[in-house]
């Protein structure tokens, strides 16, 4: 069965503070992981999709890395915006469907 | 720029209640799916809908759910005879692989549902 783990659970930054997020995952072979933001009582925002061991993605200050067994999110001097709850979810290749198994999220606060 | 939309918001409903759950996937998307997250909790697939045909559930998509694409556009969830533990926010979501075999999911803002 496929797992998705996430860490910390909560971090909290100072402005300006970098710093990086944890997802390892378990999964019979990797169509994709997708890191999503969630704000609170809001719908999961997409941000990126790595599809191979070696692959970044960039966007503003976040960036995202993956490897065979796990991913960063690495945030560059972060701003209060930046505030959310941060979602890894992994896609299985080995099959025609596209469910999405997510981890419970890293509760980032950045403080002012 | 396009996004997946729901109504109602919030719904409020006593207990062995239908219920349905509205949303609009963006419109040129062909893959539909609802999630749910029970609060502090993680999102978790309830279904996927390809084709006018439901291609994969979960444990807990059982036979109290139900999910329909009505017309051109909308997408529903239906809850027959809703629990307490029916209680959560339900997140539709679309996606489109044909585009470049990208398989990223746009979600809704979600439904609130609360089974009293």
């Known amino acids: 069965e496929d797992q998705v783990t996430q860490s910390p659970e909560a971090l909290r930054l100072q402005e300006g503070e970098s710093s990086s997020l944890n997802c390892s995952y378990t999964?019979?072979?990797?169509?994709?992981l997708f890191w999503y933001r969630q704000d609170p009582g809001k719908g999961p925002e997409f941000l990126f999709t790595l599809y191979s061991a070696g692959e970044e993605k960039e966007k503003e200050r976040l960036k995202a890395t993956l490897t065979k067994k796990e991913s960063f999110l690495h945030i560059t001097a972060p701003k209060p915006e930046d505030s959310a709850t941060y979602l890894c979810a992994v896609q299985e290749r080995n099959t025609g469907f596209q469910k999405l198994v997510f981890g419970t999220g890293t509760r980032l606060l950045v403080s002012p | 720029e396009p996004e997946v939309t729901q109504t109602p918001s919030h719904q409020v409903t006593q207990m062995g209640q239908e219920v349905i759950l509205r949303c609009v996937p963006i419109?040129?998307?062909?893959?539909f799916y609802w999630y749910r997250q029970i609060l502090g909790q993680k999102v978790e697939f309830l279904v996927s809908f390809y084709n006018n045909e439901i291609s994969e559930k979960s444990e807990i998509f059982d036979d109290q759910f139900s999910v329909e694409r009505p017309d051109g556009s909308n997408f529903t969830l239906k809850i027959r005879s809703t629990k307490l533990e029916d209680s959560a926010m339900y997140f539709c979501?679309?996606?489109?692989?044909?585009?470049?075999?990208?398989?990223?999911?746009?979600f809704g803002p979600g439904t609130r549902l609360t089974v009293t």
């Open positions: 999964v019979s072979g990797l169509r994709g």
């Open positions: 979501a679309s996606s489109d692989p044909g585009l470049a075999g990208s398989y990223e999911q746009y």
């Open positions: 419109s040129n998307h062909l893959y």
